[in-house]
């Protein structure tokens, strides 16, 4: 066995437990509901049941898993095939797109979770095509960038693939976002305006085999920086969720033709912790390789996050300051291309 870069090795107190904890509770919520067309009165109660799933779920989990969610399963079968063809080529096809400091979507093999390196290979594309961002994380800099896909030759069908998929899981992503918005008690649409001109992406994630599952992860425990994460995943399972009953590390396994849902940390801000963003990692294993795509649901660069108005009183004021987005997000990607000395910025920096 060849040796292993020390990158990669997680320190003893983060790696992977020998024995893991099925997470039984996270629940699994039933979209039907928002299917059915007709308003009968059964309809609206059953609506009413989902909103309170939705938040309960939010609440004591951070992550739930959805079936019946209308994303049909064909689509998602073909960017999963497209996906898996893409990353069985050799590095030096894969590196034809690969990101740089001038344009982060594409592919990369090196990204760090809090300074260690994934046991992973990604390939990003944005929602929007170009995507404005600021163009650089220096709060004066007010200066703007297109971020503008970067898509392989091969598969042919790669980039009709990735978009049509994308249709639909975006139109899942604002469901989801009025379903929490209903949860919170405020309107349906009351977040949908801060997804105009939304800075959201696409991942695809392989995780190949590793000869090392112990000593290292396929993503390193973090949250998810914007408001909310949609999940595919295949059936190898890997994806572990810190349970916030008892800070366990707890298994979510697969669930045929489910996506798995958390809130991130915008979500966190504007509920005023309400609904937490919650710590998870990725194991690898050294039988099977593993493939997901998560879709992060970010808003526009130019949103200020700050808990909402009507989430706030004299007995319950804001915990947070407002932050720009755009800069936030900006100042975060940093720490995916080089080992920073000091911690990633967080939203706790932004607590009142
Ligand atoms: C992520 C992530 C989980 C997975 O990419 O942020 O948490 O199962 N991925 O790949
Ligand atoms: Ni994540």
């Known amino acids: 066995m060849g040796e292993i870069d020390e990158a990669f090795i997680q320190s003893i107190e983060h790696r992977p437990k020998s024995t893991t904890v099925d997470a039984q509770g996270i629940p699994v919520i039933d979209l039907s509901a928002l299917n059915s067309q007709h308003c009968s009165s059964n309809s609206s109660s059953s609506m009413e049941d989902l909103i309170v799933q939705v938040g309960e779920a939010c609440k004591n989990w951070g992550?739930?898993?959805?079936?019946?969610?209308?994303?049909?399963?064909?689509?998602?079968?073909?960017?999963?095939?497209?996906?898996?063809?893409?990353?069985?080529?050799?590095?030096?096809?894969?590196?034809?797109?690969?990101?740089?400091?001038?344009?982060?979507?594409?592919?990369?093999?090196?990204?760090?979770?809090?300074?260690v390196r994934d046991w992973k290979q990604v390939f990003d594309f944005t929602v929007e095509n170009p995507t404005v961002v600021p163009a650089s994380h220096e709060p004066d800099d007010v200066r703007l960038q297109e971020i503008v896909n970067q898509w392989p030759d091969y598969p042919p069908n790669f980039r009709g693939?990735?978009?049509?998929?994308?249709?639909?899981?975006?139109?899942?992503?604002?469901?989801?976002?009025?379903?929490?918005?209903?949860?919170?008690?405020?309107?349906?649409?009351?977040?949908?305006?801060?997804f105009k001109n939304q800075t959201s992406f696409m991942r695809l994630n392989y995780y190949p085999v590793c000869p090392v599952p112990h000593l290292a992860l396929g993503v390193g425990r973090h949250k998810d920086s914007g408001a909310l994460t949609v999940l595919s995943q295949d059936d190898v399972g890997g994806l572990e969720v810190k349970r916030k009953t008892d800070g366990e590390w707890v298994l979510v396994r697969p669930t045929p033709n489910a996506y798995i849902i958390n809130v991130g940390d915008v979500i966190q801000v504007w509920s005023?912790?309400?609904?937490?963003?919650?710590?998870?990692?990725?194991?690898?294993?050294?039988?099977?390789?593993?493939?997901?795509?998560?879709?992060?649901?970010?808003?526009?660069?130019?949103?200020?996050?700050?808990?909402?108005?009507?989430?706030?009183?004299?007995?319950?004021?804001?915990?947070?300051?407002?932050?720009?987005?755009?800069?936030?997000?900006?100042?975060?990607?940093?720490?995916?291309?080089?080992?920073?000395?000091?911690?990633n910025i967080q939203i706790h920096h932004f607590r009142i």
């Not at 049909?72 to 690969?98: D, G, M, N, T, W």
């Not at 997901?292 to 909402?308: G, K, R």
């Open 161 to 194: 693939a990735c978009e049509e998929y994308t249709r639909e899981i975006e139109k899942l992503a604002y469901k989801l976002l009025e379903l929490i918005s209903l949860s919170l008690g405020l309107p349906a649409e009351k977040l949908n305006g801060f």
């Open 63 to 115: 992550f739930f898993q959805v079936i019946n969610h209308g994303v049909p399963s064909s689509c998602r079968e073909k960017v999963e095939v497209a996906s898996r063809a893409f990353f069985r080529q050799p590095s030096e096809e894969k590196r034809k797109v690969r990101r740089d400091e001038a344009n982060p979507m594409g592919f990369y093999d090196t990204e760090h979770t809090k300074n």
């Open 272 to 343: 005023n912790d309400k609904y937490e963003s919650v710590e998870h990692r990725v194991m690898v294993n050294s039988e099977r390789e593993r493939f997901s795509i998560p879709f992060f649901f970010n808003p526009s660069h130019t949103v200020m996050v700050e808990p909402l108005k009507e989430l706030t009183s004299k007995q319950n004021p804001a915990r947070y300051k407002p932050y720009n987005w755009g800069k936030f997000h900006t100042t975060r990607n940093i720490s995916n291309f080089k080992k920073l000395d000091v911690e």
